[in-house]
């Protein structure tokens, strides 16, 4: 059994850039989000720069190495592109994930089985330059093996299928994605894996997660973002840091 010890919260400031983007302009500054989000208490702040660009820029990636006190959890996909860029800024932490340019936003866990020996030459050089290499998966065994095999130090797993059958009332199909998401924390755990979580949380579902003790970290950030606009960022983000200690503290 993992320590019940505190609960790390990354933020993800994504969406305080897609909103910026739509204007074409400078507000709201996701570098702003980024000190306000520190303030708050988020242990970390996590951004994706995706591959057209759409919310986080490669000058935010760079303001934000400069501002931020706390860790920079960088999302990317896994392309040449994206690798120098990491290897170049060498942040805290580097998390693989999936990406399509034609989806909303990350549509499930990484093909980690599928793509053993690619990934496992493609993180390397990663690990190699100081970063910290998690891989965002789905709660499946299959894939949990495999980012163990090519020597990723953390797992994420994503919570998404959970989030959406509770937001659908579908209350079976949410408690057996919730089982799921149990087993295979403790199972990457006992393979010595760190494990996160992450994707859809929310006030509503965020204390089942929480309360797993093997999970270390939770990165939340289009829920936040959007609570920002009614509560202000660090209300919103102190709410969801009050949910997650009660969670595990309970």
Not at 5 to 26: E, F, S, W
Not at 69 to 87: H, S
Not at 119 to 131: D, Q, T, V
Not at 217 to 234: K, M, Q, R, T, W
Request: contains cysteine; hydrophobic residues 40%; aromatic residues 4%.
């Amino acid at each position: 059994m993992a320590t019940q010890g505190k609960l790390r919260l990354g933020v993800n400031i994504d969406h305080v850039a897609t909103v910026r983007n739509a204007r074409g302009g400078a507000y709201p500054d996701p570098l702003r989000a980024a000190r306000a989000a520190q303030e708050a208490g988020a242990d970390g702040i996590t951004a994706h720069l995706r591959e057209d660009r759409r919310h986080i820029t490669d000058a935010d990636i760079e303001g934000l190495l400069d501002v931020l006190n706390v860790p920079l959890n960088f999302e990317m996909a896994a392309t040449d592109e994206m690798q120098k860029i990491a290897l170049r800024h060498k942040p805290h932490a580097v998390c693989i994930v999936p990406e399509k340019r034609e989806e909303r936003t990350t549509e499930g866990g990484l093909e980690v089985a599928r793509e053993e020996n690619r990934l496992a030459h493609f993180i390397a050089p990663l690990r190699e330059a100081g970063s910290r290499v998690s891989i965002f998966i789905a709660a499946d065994k299959r894939q949990i093996e495999a980012a163990n095999r090519i020597g990723a130090e953390v797992i994420e797993l994503h919570t998404g299928a959970y989030c959406d059958a509770f937001a659908e009332g579908h209350w079976e199909k949410a408690e057996q994605e919730l089982q799921k998401l149990r087993e295979m924390a403790a199972f990457g755990h006992d393979l010595g894996l760190e494990i996160h979580a992450g994707h859809g949380l929310t006030y509503d579902t965020v204390s089942p997660i929480a309360a797993l003790s093997q999970v270390q970290e939770l990165n939340i950030g289009h829920f936040l973002v959007g609570e920002a606009i009614f509560l202000g960022l660090g209300p919103a983000i102190e709410e969801m840091r009050r949910l997650m200690d009660e969670a595990r503290n309970g």
